[in-house]
Nanobody, 115 residues
Framework: QARLVESGGGLVQAGGSLRLSCAGS????????MGWYRQAPGKQRELAAG???????NYADSVKGRFTISRDNAKNTVYLQMNSLNSEDTGVYYC?????????WGQGTQVTVSS
């Protein structure tokens, strides 16, 4: 089964930046709207940013103006550039289709923002 693998997380100080990558094992993912989701400790998973097959982005209000989602179909990869990070951005970040499909949740990548 095709899968998605997230990478790029880490520990960063408040105000810093990280770039997350989501590599798909198949070019089939290029036919789907994709999303970056995040789950903060003790909270439900939420959609942080999405991108259509045509490259149109959409963002949660909490990340608008700070995060940028993009995709490179030649590499079967979706990116999330995160700037001006704050402690509320701490959590595990996952990519999946948008809306998400149950069988495609990966391990995610941990983002920790220290104040």
């Amino acid at each position: 089964q095709a899968r998605l693998v997230e990478s790029g997380g880490g520990l960063v100080q408040a105000g810093g930046s990280l770039r997350l990558s989501c590599a798909g094992s198949s070019s089939a993912f290029n036919m789907y709207n994709m999303g970056w989701y995040r789950q903060a400790p003790g909270k439900q998973r939420e959609l942080a940013a999405g991108i259509t097959t045509g490259g149109s982005p959409n963002y949660a209000d909490s990340v608008k103006g700070r995060f940028t989602i993009s995709r490179d179909n030649a590499k079967n990869t979706v990116y999330l550039q995160m700037n001006s990070l704050n402690s509320e951005d701490t959590g595990v970040y996952y990519c999946n289709m948008s809306p998400p499909l149950r069988g495609y949740w990966g391990q995610g990548t941990q983002v920790t923002v220290s104040s």
